[in-house]
């Protein structure tokens, strides 16, 4: 009968961080930069308009915990409303694009795709990664056909008179312990295109998850390969897990930087809501000459609570 | 038995507009900029205190729900509290002048008070138009007296050390379809006053609205004659509705400049919560010698939902 | 079963304040400036773990609610998460120092320790106050043990690569109507190191609580020397207090500032959730030479409403 309801999670951990050129520093981690994820503040609700259409929204702010700071924009985490029925899912405003689940399902078992995940943290950064929230968007979820899902994402001009509009599709394959996606997105105002190949595997016994990932720059920013892996191995309450991620960028037909690294965690379930965690991540990134450029160790253990 | 309510509204559409002197833009638009009203989140609440007498509050934000901004100050809608009981109703804080409830009950039925609603939309701006919110503000409503309703507003300085208070009062007699009120407002930060008559009638079959403004100003800033209309026709679910306005700024006995617009919607109801629009506006401002410094041309189509 | 608590406060008061060099101003105050206490939306909860085990977090905000603007950061009043259980409470996040328990204790029955306390509004801060709140924190409450509470607070370093963290410890011991608490906090980044030793006792007919305080800095800042005491009487549903507050600082044995003041507030309670009050406080500093460099006056009248 309510029509709203509050949620939120908070993650904090205590860790330590060593980076090139800069000493070890022991700190507090807001959860997104070290721990499971980045504490937040919602607002959602659906409402049912009869003949099988409903209305949804989802405001959602991003927070670091540690400092009472709210990221930016406000409602950074999600601002959207749409509505849904047999058609599908329409939603409109600031959302994630279709191409961003294909990522989320390549490190579904990868460290809990979290602060200690290599892929997004370092290794696909060094030829510059994908935007995984648009404003202005238009998503459009198609109904589940007999394990086949997919999607579209346009967003409009992000900024008024610029061409930066971004374009992303989505198709994948859910059956029983399997699924497959592959997922493109199109971002004008970096002038990049990313192609993700994603799966996942539930053995029982362990949870296993891989990505392929190219990104298609211009001629001076080139183009990288990359590839992750992760596994998830339950034991009780506590689940532990690894990952893998690996990238190179060749510009003109040579390597211009390489990057790997890897991580692994393991989570304690106090309850539905609540978890203890540790996670280790390193990864390091070296440029064409053979010269690191970037060398970073995160080690952490902290609390998520969901509310 | 709960002591606050969460409630809010995103508002989103999709259309273009075209302003003089640049082309026709394809965009996502904010409600309040391109569709029926400003996205918002709120907490409100009413205690009730014994012997008729209760206290109120409520914070209101305003957000740009196609980006996830909020717009500034947080709670710009409203951040007020107050006593209410057989005296009237007193409120403290940033709301809304009394004037301002003139100014709504002349557009009430002008293509929904909305973005496509030309009087507040460019056409009364043309001269410089009232501001419908004051920070620091003591407003009392007295209680309806056989249909007669009124109140005051006072604002203190706005800013420290300026002389920049605002004064104003309505009254007003509503009985039946019909409805009737003048406002005025003295914004001494703007050396601006406003008169607003207003009325507003319900037909059954259309609800008309009307509006006759006047600003006062400096002798360099000049006067504004003003004028707003508007119709709604209800069509079963659907509501048909259309709006113009006109304004003339004349500056020591000259017109300095002359405006006027008219708009068209039109919304469907999904349910009480949700609506379907489409709206059309045009405004057009041209100077003492003729010449336009305006031409905008919107049109939007978009959903809004209330939680 | 609700997992959150949506919470709050709204304070708004309209007063004069009178300040050396400029004239009285009568304006509408934000409560924490000048009513009882800063208005605040927030959100909690607490989740039953078994076994005892409980998790915790709030995340509170603070308004200027006579504008609708947020105060920096968004969760200033606190941004925290923790697990407690018979081994005491463990608070991670943005949250108040234990010592802080100290100064409230010191403060409470002198004019509901609000914007009419003479000691944290002025007459403490002429040698610089200590900070309530710190950014990074790991917060321990120690159990209740036959009345003796405790708890120690270490915040990491605020900014990076700077040595200011905070430590603290906090001892107290409370028995019926009695209430003694001693604590210490070192302030690295501001290299001050504050001793608080705090009382409070009931008599039935008045309550009572009295501080001392010392600040140790730099040979450069000097050292403070500080007394607090304060009264509430209850008589029905009002409530009247006094407090008052001295200070003097000493940099190389000589004397470089003094500053006192007092404070009378009554409140009027019309709920357990809403009061009416009204409050004035006055404080004097002067530098080592006698002359005045501070004598402000305040005299407000509000209403504050919990949520």
Excluded: C, W
Excluded at 48 to 53: A, E, F, M
Excluded at 76 to 104: C, H, I, N, P, Q
Excluded at 137 to 150: E, L, T
């Amino acid at each position: 009968q309510s029509s709203v309801t509050v949620y939120g999670r908070v993650d904090l951990s205590v860790g330590s961080i060593k980076e090139l050129g800069t000493g070890s520093e022991t700190k507090m981690f807001n959860g997104g930069n070290g721990g499971l994820t980045t504490p937040r503040l919602g607002f959602r609700g659906v409402e049912d308009l009869g003949g099988g259409l409903k209305a949804h929204f989802k405001l959602e702010q991003r927070i670091d915990a540690e400092t009472g700071a709210l990221q930016s924009p406000s409602f950074k985490g999600e601002s959207s409303m749409g509505l849904m029925g047999g058609f599908g899912k329409l939603t409109l405003g600031r959302t994630y694009s279709v191409y961003d689940d294909a990522r989320a399902l390549s490190n579904s078992n990868s460290v809990f795709d979290s602060a200690f995940t290599p892929s997004g943290n370092g290794v696909f950064k060094s030829g510059g990664d994908y935007s995984s929230r648009f404003n202005n968007q238009m998503r459009y979820d198609m109904p589940n056909m007999g394990g086949v899902y997919g999607g579209l994402s346009y967003a409009f001009e992000q900024n008024a008179g610029a061409d930066d509009t971004m374009t992303a599709v989505l198709v994948g394959y859910k059956n029983g312990p399997m699924n497959f996606a592959l997922g493109h997105q199109n971002e004008k105002g970096k002038s990049d295109k990313y192609l993700q190949l994603a799966a996942a595997y539930d053995l029982g016994v362990a949870k296993l998850s891989a990505g392929y990932n190219t990104r298609s720059g211009t001629a001076a920013k080139g183009d990288d390969d990359e590839l992750s892996l992760g596994v998830d191995v339950p034991v009780g309450a506590i689940n532990l897990s690894a990952g893998f991620a690996t990238s190179k960028t060749k510009v003109g037909g040579f390597t211009s930087s390489k990057a790997s690294g890897f991580g692994l965690g393991a989570t304690y379930t106090l309850s539905k809501r609540s978890k203890l965690y540790a996670g280790y991540r390193t990864h390091e990134v070296e440029d064409g000459a053979g010269v690191k450029t970037a060398d970073t160790r995160l080690f952490a253990m902290g609390v998520r609570h969901d509310f």
